[in-house]
């Protein structure tokens, strides 16, 4: 599910496009651009605008490596998901705003229409006409907003549906992406206590080391000879 979601939060961005985008960097590495205009079918210049309109969204990153031998720059891409998602979820609550004004609305206000021309009027619009059709002339029909109210009803419940999808994957990419940092941390606390361990070790052998070289600057005292007893007469 979390796939179709990307897609579908490209496709806001870049249009169809998006879904052959998310097939192609959908992965934990990042993917050569050069890689991603040719499955594209498109030139590289076509594909780095295609992939900027996304990296401006927040929705890909990107890291570039220098060729040693050509010496430009080639970049490589990879999907955000966290907020890739986190930003579709945004698009779901404004579509829902959206739903809950325009039901609002129809509960409180009249609408009219022209069954010749099929356009809807709102009642102000309506009285400024007299009531007639600006395109035809023909009378204004007032209009059942009934089952337009369930239809939008019925729109918002599924948008409502998918953001609570969204939400339990948002909460799993967390999780993941917080077990890779918690993993990170240990690590580097390791690699320090290593650190600390050797620079410890380092210093002891450093220590025997000047221990040594002093006591073979300090001559060594001379015994003295032993006193000579008095003869026994």
């Known amino acids: 599910m ?24 959908d992965s934990k590495k990042y993917v050569n651009e050069f890689l991603i205009a040719k499955k594209l079918d498109l030139t590289i210049n076509q594909t780095r605008n295609i992939l900027y309109k996304l990296l401006d969204s927040g929705l890909i990153s990107s890291i570039r490596k220098k060729d040693k031998k050509k010496g430009w720059y080639t970049y490589f891409w990879k999907i955000e998901s966290l907020k890739t998602m986190e930003f579709l979820r945004d698009t779901f609550l404004k579509k829902i705003e959206q739903f809950q004004s325009n039901i609002k609305s129809r509960e409180s206000k009249q609408f009219y229409f022209c069954e010749r021309c099929n356009i809807e009027y709102t009642g102000e619009n309506a009285l400024l006409n007299n009531f007639t059709c600006p395109e035809c002339g023909s009378l204004l029909t007032l209009k059942d907003n009934t089952k337009v109210i369930e239809e939008l009803r019925k729109e918002m419940d599924k948008i409502k549906k998918q953001k609570e999808i969204l939400e339990q994957d948002i909460s799993e990419e967390k999780e993941k992406l917080n077990k890779v940092r918690q993993k990170g941390l240990k690590k580097e606390e390791e690699l320090k206590k290593e650190e600390k361990k050797q620079r410890a070790i380092k210093r002891k052998k450093e220590a025997e080391k000047n221990k040594k070289a002093l006591n073979k600057k300090i001559p060594k005292k001379i015994k003295p000879l032993p006193k000579k007893g008095k003869k026994k007469k």
Do not use: C, P, T, Y
């Not at 979390?2 to 960097?25: H, R, W, Y």
């Open 2 to 25: 979390q796939q179709k979601f990307l897609k579908d939060a490209f496709s806001l961005i870049i249009g169809k496009q998006g879904e052959d985008i998310v097939n192609i960097i």
